[in-house]
Protein backbone atom coordinates (compact mmCIF):
# COMPACT_ATOMS: atom_id res chain seq x y z
CA UNK A 1 0.00 0.00 0.00
CA UNK A 2 2.89 2.16 -0.68
CA UNK A 3 4.10 4.26 -3.28
CA UNK A 4 7.79 3.70 -3.77
CA UNK A 5 10.06 6.70 -4.54
CA UNK A 6 12.94 4.18 -7.16
CA UNK A 7 15.08 7.74 -8.07
CA UNK A 8 16.12 8.31 -3.98
CA UNK A 9 17.07 4.41 -4.08
CA UNK A 10 18.61 4.38 -7.06
CA UNK A 11 20.87 7.86 -5.81
CA UNK A 12 22.20 5.76 -2.37
CA UNK A 13 22.39 1.97 -3.49
CA UNK A 14 23.40 2.65 -7.27
CA UNK A 15 24.43 5.77 -8.52
CA UNK A 16 26.79 6.87 -5.70
CA UNK A 17 27.45 3.93 -4.29
CA UNK A 18 28.64 1.91 -7.15
CA UNK A 19 29.53 4.52 -8.90
CA UNK A 20 31.85 5.68 -6.30
CA UNK A 21 33.69 2.12 -5.67
CA UNK A 22 34.36 2.03 -9.51
CA UNK A 23 35.43 5.33 -9.14
CA UNK A 24 38.12 4.22 -6.73
CA UNK A 25 38.47 1.31 -8.56
CA UNK A 26 39.93 3.30 -11.86
CA UNK A 27 41.86 5.66 -9.50
CA UNK A 28 39.45 8.88 -9.79
CA UNK A 29 39.62 10.92 -7.21
CA UNK A 30 35.97 12.60 -7.73
CA UNK A 31 32.51 11.33 -9.21
CA UNK A 32 30.68 14.04 -11.36
CA UNK A 33 27.17 13.57 -11.92
CA UNK A 34 24.43 16.39 -13.42
CA UNK A 35 22.43 16.76 -10.68
CA UNK A 36 20.94 19.88 -10.13
CA UNK A 37 22.38 20.70 -6.56
CA UNK A 38 25.50 21.85 -4.77
CA UNK A 39 27.73 20.86 -2.01
CA UNK A 40 29.73 23.21 0.22
CA UNK A 41 32.32 22.51 2.71
CA UNK A 42 32.09 24.57 6.12
CA UNK A 43 34.30 25.56 8.59
CA UNK A 44 33.90 22.57 10.48
CA UNK A 45 35.10 20.63 7.89
CA UNK A 46 31.71 18.81 7.16
CA UNK A 47 30.12 18.75 4.00
CA UNK A 48 26.82 20.49 3.68
CA UNK A 49 24.29 19.59 0.75
CA UNK A 50 22.44 22.78 -0.73
CA UNK A 51 19.49 22.82 -3.34
CA UNK A 52 20.65 23.78 -6.65
CA UNK A 53 20.53 27.02 -8.61
CA UNK A 54 17.37 26.58 -10.50
CA UNK A 55 14.74 26.12 -8.36
CA UNK A 56 12.41 24.67 -11.29
CA UNK A 57 15.53 21.86 -11.55
CA UNK A 58 16.48 21.49 -8.05
CA UNK A 59 17.17 18.00 -7.46
CA UNK A 60 18.54 17.82 -3.54
CA UNK A 61 15.36 15.79 -2.84
CA UNK A 62 16.81 13.14 -4.30
CA UNK A 63 19.88 13.11 -2.70
CA UNK A 64 19.34 13.46 1.26
CA UNK A 65 20.85 10.12 1.78
CA UNK A 66 24.15 11.26 0.93
CA UNK A 67 27.06 10.59 3.62
CA UNK A 68 29.57 12.98 4.66
CA UNK A 69 32.48 10.21 2.48
CA UNK A 70 30.20 10.76 -0.19
CA UNK A 71 29.75 14.38 -0.22
CA UNK A 72 33.52 14.67 -0.38
CA UNK A 73 34.42 12.83 -3.58
CA UNK A 74 30.97 13.78 -5.58
CA UNK A 75 30.61 17.29 -7.76
CA UNK A 76 27.70 18.87 -9.30
CA UNK A 77 29.20 21.33 -12.01
CA UNK A 78 25.79 21.88 -12.91
CA UNK A 79 24.42 22.70 -9.70
CA UNK A 80 24.93 26.84 -10.01
CA UNK A 81 24.00 26.70 -13.25
CA UNK A 82 20.27 26.87 -14.78
CA UNK A 83 18.65 24.98 -17.25
CA UNK A 84 18.77 27.04 -20.21
CA UNK A 85 22.09 28.18 -19.36
CA UNK A 86 23.00 24.14 -19.69
CA UNK A 87 21.41 23.91 -23.06
CA UNK A 88 23.39 27.20 -24.15
CA UNK A 89 26.75 25.38 -22.84
CA UNK A 90 25.70 22.11 -24.85
CA UNK A 91 24.62 23.96 -27.89
CA UNK A 92 28.53 25.49 -27.89
CA UNK A 93 30.04 22.77 -27.56
CA UNK A 94 28.00 20.98 -30.22
CA UNK A 95 26.18 18.33 -28.41
CA UNK A 96 22.88 16.33 -29.56
CA UNK A 97 21.21 17.08 -26.03
CA UNK A 98 21.01 20.50 -26.22
CA UNK A 99 17.73 20.20 -27.88
CA UNK A 100 16.60 16.86 -26.07
CA UNK A 101 12.99 17.04 -24.65
CA UNK A 102 12.72 17.16 -21.12
CA UNK A 103 12.00 14.06 -19.43
CA UNK A 104 9.44 13.38 -16.26
CA UNK A 105 9.42 9.39 -16.85
CA UNK A 106 11.37 6.77 -14.41
CA UNK A 107 14.36 6.26 -16.24
CA UNK A 108 13.46 2.39 -16.15
CA UNK A 109 10.04 2.70 -17.35
CA UNK A 110 10.36 4.75 -20.61
CA UNK A 111 6.98 4.70 -21.39
CA UNK A 112 5.63 5.73 -17.83
CA UNK A 113 3.75 3.16 -18.05
CA UNK A 114 4.83 1.72 -14.59
CA UNK A 115 1.18 -0.80 -14.03
CA UNK A 116 2.56 -2.38 -17.30
CA UNK A 117 6.23 -2.43 -15.43
CA UNK A 118 5.49 -4.32 -12.41
CA UNK A 119 2.79 -6.68 -14.23
CA UNK A 120 5.49 -7.49 -16.63
CA UNK A 121 8.58 -8.05 -14.30
CA UNK A 122 6.50 -9.00 -10.89
CA UNK A 123 3.93 -11.10 -12.06
CA UNK A 124 1.70 -8.61 -10.85
CA UNK A 125 -1.61 -9.49 -12.52
CA UNK A 126 -5.06 -9.30 -11.40
CA UNK A 127 -5.32 -8.65 -7.80
CA UNK A 128 -8.88 -7.54 -7.45
CA UNK A 129 -10.09 -5.97 -4.74
CA UNK A 130 -13.00 -3.41 -3.22
CA UNK A 131 -13.07 0.03 -3.42
CA UNK A 132 -14.58 1.44 -0.08
CA UNK A 133 -15.13 4.83 1.76
CA UNK A 134 -13.62 5.07 5.56
CA UNK A 135 -16.99 4.00 6.75
CA UNK A 136 -16.29 0.60 5.10
CA UNK A 137 -18.72 1.07 2.80
CA UNK A 138 -18.35 -0.93 -0.65
CA UNK A 139 -18.35 1.71 -3.54
CA UNK A 140 -16.74 -0.09 -6.32
CA UNK A 141 -13.86 -3.00 -7.40
CA UNK A 142 -10.58 -2.28 -8.77
CA UNK A 143 -8.01 -4.72 -10.00
CA UNK A 144 -5.09 -4.37 -8.29
CA UNK A 145 -4.08 -2.19 -5.23
CA UNK A 146 -0.70 -1.04 -7.15
CA UNK A 147 -2.65 1.06 -9.47
CA UNK A 148 -3.60 3.44 -7.21
CA UNK A 149 -1.80 6.44 -5.02
CA UNK A 150 -2.66 8.74 -2.68
CA UNK A 151 -4.44 11.51 -3.76
CA UNK A 152 -5.50 10.08 -7.24
CA UNK A 153 -8.66 10.85 -8.70
CA UNK A 154 -8.79 9.61 -12.02
CA UNK A 155 -9.50 6.01 -13.13
CA UNK A 156 -11.32 4.89 -9.97
CA UNK A 157 -14.76 4.27 -12.01
CA UNK A 158 -17.03 4.89 -9.24
CA UNK A 159 -20.33 7.15 -10.05
CA UNK A 160 -20.66 9.12 -7.16
CA UNK A 161 -22.62 12.75 -6.86
CA UNK A 162 -19.16 14.28 -5.39
CA UNK A 163 -15.82 14.15 -6.24
CA UNK A 164 -13.88 11.40 -4.90
CA UNK A 165 -9.85 10.69 -4.12
CA UNK A 166 -8.01 8.09 -2.98
CA UNK A 167 -7.31 8.36 0.81
CA UNK A 168 -5.52 5.16 1.63
CA UNK A 169 -4.48 1.70 -0.18
CA UNK A 170 -4.46 -1.34 2.12
CA UNK A 171 -2.67 -3.86 0.06
CA UNK A 172 -3.29 -6.69 2.59
CA UNK A 173 -6.64 -6.25 2.75
CA UNK A 174 -6.79 -5.43 -1.24
CA UNK A 175 -8.64 -2.48 -0.70
CA UNK A 176 -8.50 1.15 -1.73
CA UNK A 177 -10.22 3.50 0.52
CA UNK A 178 -11.83 6.74 -1.35
CA UNK A 179 -13.05 9.95 0.48
CA UNK A 180 -13.92 13.64 -0.38
CA UNK A 181 -10.74 16.12 -1.01
CA UNK A 182 -11.12 17.21 2.64
CA UNK A 183 -10.36 13.93 3.36
CA UNK A 184 -6.61 13.93 2.26
CA UNK A 185 -5.18 16.74 4.69
CA UNK A 186 -2.92 16.07 7.41
CA UNK A 187 -1.64 17.84 10.15
CA UNK A 188 1.82 15.87 9.95
CA UNK A 189 3.80 12.83 9.60
CA UNK A 190 5.36 9.70 11.15
CA UNK A 191 8.88 9.81 9.14
CA UNK A 192 11.03 6.30 9.79
CA UNK A 193 15.10 5.66 8.70
CA UNK A 194 16.35 8.66 9.24
CA UNK A 195 19.48 10.11 7.10
CA UNK A 196 20.92 13.44 8.83
CA UNK A 197 23.15 15.02 6.39
CA UNK A 198 24.47 16.68 9.58
CA UNK A 199 22.88 14.93 12.61
CA UNK A 200 20.96 17.37 14.68
CA UNK A 201 21.67 19.18 18.05
CA UNK A 202 18.60 19.36 19.54
CA UNK A 203 15.76 16.65 19.21
CA UNK A 204 13.19 19.22 18.53
CA UNK A 205 14.08 21.06 15.24
CA UNK A 206 12.24 24.02 13.10
CA UNK A 207 12.66 23.41 9.38
CA UNK A 208 10.96 23.13 6.34
CA UNK A 209 9.67 20.31 4.72
CA UNK A 210 9.20 18.58 0.98
CA UNK A 211 7.25 15.77 1.06
CA UNK A 212 7.40 14.74 -2.69
CA UNK A 213 9.57 15.89 -5.31
CA UNK A 214 7.45 19.33 -6.65
CA UNK A 215 5.90 19.76 -3.56
CA UNK A 216 6.81 23.25 -2.00
CA UNK A 217 8.68 23.27 0.96
CA UNK A 218 6.48 24.31 4.35
CA UNK A 219 7.22 25.03 7.77
CA UNK A 220 7.33 22.42 9.97
CA UNK A 221 8.34 20.95 13.54
CA UNK A 222 10.27 17.63 13.39
CA UNK A 223 10.51 15.87 16.91
CA UNK A 224 13.39 13.31 16.73
CA UNK A 225 12.16 10.19 18.33
CA UNK A 226 14.32 6.88 19.32
CA UNK A 227 14.38 3.94 16.62
CA UNK A 228 15.24 6.36 14.11
CA UNK A 229 11.61 8.14 13.68
CA UNK A 230 10.62 11.47 14.03
CA UNK A 231 7.38 12.95 14.26
CA UNK A 232 6.82 16.10 11.67
CA UNK A 233 4.01 18.54 12.40
CA UNK A 234 3.44 20.86 9.43
CA UNK A 235 2.50 24.61 10.01
CA UNK A 236 -0.58 24.24 8.09
CA UNK A 237 -2.18 21.03 7.03
CA UNK A 238 -1.02 19.17 3.66
CA UNK A 239 -2.63 17.08 1.17
CA UNK A 240 -1.90 14.17 0.02
CA UNK A 241 0.79 12.69 2.21
CA UNK A 242 1.95 9.29 0.68
CA UNK A 243 3.30 6.56 2.64
CA UNK A 244 6.57 5.51 1.13
CA UNK A 245 7.60 8.74 -0.03
CA UNK A 246 10.55 10.67 1.29
CA UNK A 247 10.34 13.72 3.33
CA UNK A 248 13.04 16.06 3.23
CA UNK A 249 14.02 18.26 6.07
CA UNK A 250 15.73 21.86 4.89
CA UNK A 251 16.60 25.20 6.33
CA UNK A 252 16.65 27.41 3.55
CA UNK A 253 18.81 26.16 0.56
CA UNK A 254 20.40 23.40 2.73
CA UNK A 255 19.22 19.82 2.86
CA UNK A 256 19.68 18.81 6.60
CA UNK A 257 18.24 14.97 5.83
CA UNK A 258 15.16 12.94 5.65
CA UNK A 259 13.21 9.74 6.22
CA UNK A 260 10.45 7.99 4.55
CA UNK A 261 7.15 8.69 5.11
CA UNK A 262 5.27 5.77 7.44
CA UNK A 263 1.61 7.18 7.86
CA UNK A 264 -0.36 11.04 7.66
CA UNK A 265 -1.06 12.05 10.81
CA UNK A 266 -4.34 14.17 11.53
CA UNK A 267 -5.92 15.86 14.27
CA UNK A 268 -3.79 17.82 16.77
Not at 150 to 176: C, F, N, S, T, W
Not at 201 to 225: G, N, Q
Request: hydrophobic fraction near 35%.
Amino acid sequence: GRTPNPCVRCNQRVKFELLLLKARELGADFLATGHYARTERGDDGQFHLLRGRDPGKDQSYFLFTLTQDQLARVLFPLGGMTKPEVRQLAARFGLRVAEKGESQEICFVPDNDYVRFLEEERGAGLMPGEIVDRAGNVLGRHDGTYRYTVGQRRGLGIAHPHPLYVVGVDAERRQVIVGPKEDLLASGLMATNLTWVIPPVKETIEAACKIRYRHHPVPCTVTVLPGNRAEVRFGEPEKSVTPGQAVVFYAGDEVLGGGWIDTAVNGE
